[in-house]
Structures are given as C-alpha cells and as structure tokens.
C-alpha cells in the first residue's frame, strides 16, 4: 500500500474514534440493550458505540483475511497451471523445430556469399 492509502485509512480511523468519543460526551444517557436471550447493565451509549465500531472493525478483518486466503489460493492454482503449461510447451517445442526449416543467420550468410562469388566469376 502507498503513503497516501497509509495516510487515508489513518485519517479515517482517526475520524471515526473522534466522532464516537463527541457522541458518547455529548449523549451521557445510560441504556440497556435487549438481545433476545441476553439483557445489558445500562451503559453509556458511547461505550456501545465504540463496541459497535470494533465488532465491525473485527468482522471486516475477519472477512479481510479470508478474502486474502482466497485469492492467494487462486494465485497458487494459477501458478501450479503456468508450470504445467510450460512443460507442455517444452514437450512440444523439440518436436516443432525438427519438422520446421530453420531461419538461422548462418544459412542465409552462406547463400549470399555463394552469390557473390557467381557475380565475379562472370
């Protein structure tokens, strides 16, 4: 990642514990949150706010990491195919050459030489 990623994921992250850390000043109330099966102490609502915001911090790292594992997966398989793709070219190639005429240097050097010598015998 580049200084300027670096710098902007910073400044968000920065931003984002600085609008949390107003709201819970600003919103002193106490509250209690009702899951389903499970019922909270009353708690600031700052502290749910930043509970929330490192819940969701974690889940994206979690999907981060996983997302990563995939394509480094991907990468591999990929890598493990070029390799056998080679292989097979390498089998193949041998085989062409033999039935090809070769365009070297050398043979079209020798042919003009044997021309030059024809014109000055004339």
Not at 78 to 88: D, S, Y
Not at 104 to 114: A, L, P, R, Y
């Amino acid at each position: 990642m580049n200084f300027l990623a670096k710098l902007k994921t910073m400044l968000m992250i920065v931003a984002v514990l600085i609008v949390t850390y107003l709201f819970s000043l600003f919103n002193p109330t106490q509250i209690p949150v009702d899951f389903y099966f499970y019922e909270t102490a009353p708690m600031s609502v700052g502290v749910f706010g930043v509970l929330a915001s490192f819940f969701g911090a974690l889940i994206m790292l979690l999907v981060f990491i996983f997302d990563i594992a995939k394509v480094n997966l991907r990468e591999r398989k990929l890598r493990k195919e070029i390799r056998k793709l080679k292989k097979q070219l390498e089998i193949y190639e041998p085989q062409q050459t033999e039935t090809e005429p070769s365009n070297d240097v050398t043979n079209t050097s020798v042919e003009e030489e044997d021309t030059d010598t024809d014109e000055t015998s004339d």
